[in-house]
C-alpha cells in the first residue's frame, strides 16, 4: 500500500519536528495524527531497531575480519559463535528500552509536526492515500522531519545503547585475544575492534 509504504520509509530513516511551539490542536486533529503514528508504529520501531544494531553490526564485521586472519582456524567456530551469542544479548537487551523512548517520543515530535503543517482534511488524505497535492507537501515537510527525530532518539538512546555497546567491545576484545580498551567509548560510534599486531618474532627466549 503506497501510504505505508511511504510513510514506512520515512520513518525507517528516521523523523522528528521543528522546534517552534504551536497552538493546541482540537481533538479530532489529535484523533487523526493519532491514528496515522499507529498506522506507522512499526517503521518507528524499525527506526529505534537501526539504531541499536547498526553499531553491533559494525563491530561483528571487523571482529569477523579479525577471525579470519588472526585466529588459528580450530578456534575460529567457537569464539564466533561466542560474540554472536554476546551480540545477540546486547540487542536482546538494548532495544526493548529504546523502541520504548521512540514510542514515546514519535506523539511528541512526529505528531507535533503533523499538527502543526497538516489541516484535519489534509490529514485525512494522507490516512486514505489519495493521489493529491498532500502527498507533495508530506514529502517537502519529511527533511526537517527526518532530521529533528533522528537526533532527538539518539539523544535519548545514548545512556543505553553506550554502556552496553562498551561491555559488547570489552567481551568481543577478550574473545579475540586482544588489550582492553584504555578508556571509554566517546560518542555513539562504534569502537575499533582491530588489536595490534602480536611481536611473535621477538618473543623468542
Known amino acids: 500500500m503506497k501510504f505505508k509504504r511511504l510513510l514506512g520509509a520515512l520513518l525507517l530513516s528516521g523523523c522528528a519536528l521543528a522546534q517552534a511551539q504551536t497552538p493546541a490542536a482540537s481533538p479530532a486533529k489529535k484523533e487523526l495524527v493519532q491514528k496515522l503514528l499507529t498506522l506507522q508504529q512499526p517503521g518507528i520501531e524499525n527506526a529505534a531497531r ?24 580450530d578456534k575460529r567456530e567457537a569464539i564466533g559463535k561466542s560474540i554472536e551469542a554476546d551480540a545477540k544479548r546486547y540487542v536482546e537487551e538494548t532495544l526493548p528500552p529504546v523502541r520504548e523512548r521512540a514510542l ?31 502527498n507533495k507537501k508530506f514529502q517537502q515537510a519529511s527533511v526537517e522531519m527526518q532530521n529533528n527525530f533522528m537526533q532527538k532518539l539518539v539523544a535519548e538512546a545514548r545512556p543505553v545503547v553506550e554502556p552496553k555497546l562498551q561491555a559488547l567491545e570489552q567481551k568481543v576484545r577478550t574473545a579475540l585475544g586482544a588489550p582492553a580498551a584504555a578508556a571509554p567509548v566517546d560518542s555513539g560510534s562504534a569502537p575499533k575492534a582491530t588489536p595490534p599486531k602480536a611481536p611473535a618474532k621477538a618473543a623468542s627466549k
Open 50 to 73: 537501526s539504531l541499536v544494531e547498526r553499531p553491533a553490526a559494525q563491530m561483528m564485521q571487523e571482529a569477523g575480519r579479525v577471525l579470519q586472519t588472526q585466529i588459528p582456524a
Open 104 to 134: 514515546k517520543l514519535a506523539p511528541t515530535t512526529l505528531g507535533a509536526t503533523l499538527e502543526e503543517k497538516f489541516t484535519e482534511d489534509e490529514l485525512k488524505q494522507l490516512i486514505a492515500w489519495f493521489e493529491s497535492p498532500v
